[in-house]
């Protein structure tokens, strides 16, 4: 089960932050995924994942509890270090890196106040709330935007991007660590359910084959979880009895 063009990844949060932070992270891919615009429909799917970005950092502190995490990985890396046989310069080069990563976001502005200054990207946040709002007739500094030399207009997205770069940053490694603490393993749901345990996880990763044609509902916080598995097609699928796949708690 591990080629991934026969399986499918699945994750789910075990706590409020780590919700967030996978919520942060698909933003900003769907941000970098749509930076060079190429019409309307490509421009519009950016200014969506801005204002959805602002949303979300809207809502809590962000930042204290990134740096939060940030110290905590450095802690753990620090036991590693007694632990006989590993890479001691791995390890030293990941903590100096975590170290600057809480350097920049600690001196960083607000998070996304670069964004909410821009007149163009609060035009556009205004009208998005209205569907279609954002036709030529309604937002026709945009329209006129829009017709800008593409490098003129890349120059903009660009430094855009580059003021979200210490969340990025921070973010991409605080994840990455977290995905590299839980080793899959095989495991089997009977007659499609599936429970355990999940001491001091964050996260739970689950890698089941494609062909089965079937997805996760994931109910858990903290330390334990279950896992119902449902087909598809809710009519015409079908769970088999003993359905093997492979799990991580990380």
Known sequence: MSDALSTVLFEYP???????????????QQLHENHSWADMGSALAFFRAVVDLLDVLERGDIRTELL???ERQQQKLLQWSDVPGV??????ALRQRLKQLAAVLMSAPRMGQFLRED???GMVRQRLSIPGGCCSFDVPTLHLWLHQPQAQKQQVIDTWLHSLSPLKNSLDQVLELIRHSGTFRAQTSLNGFFQDNAVD??????????????????SGHKSRFAIRFLPLDSENGH????????????
């Open 87 to 92: 890479d001691h310069d791995r390890i030293h």
């Open 14 to 28: 075990l706590n409020e932050k780590t919700r967030t932070w996978l919520r942060l992270e698909t933003l900003l």
């Open 201 to 218: 996880a964050d996260l739970i990763r689950l890698q089941l084959a494609i062909e089965h044609q079937l997805y996760p509902q994931v």
């Open 239 to 250: 769970v088999p009895a003993r359905l093997s796949f492979e799990l991580a708690c990380c």
């Open 119 to 121: 007149k163009l990207i």
């Open 68 to 70: 939060k995490e940030l």
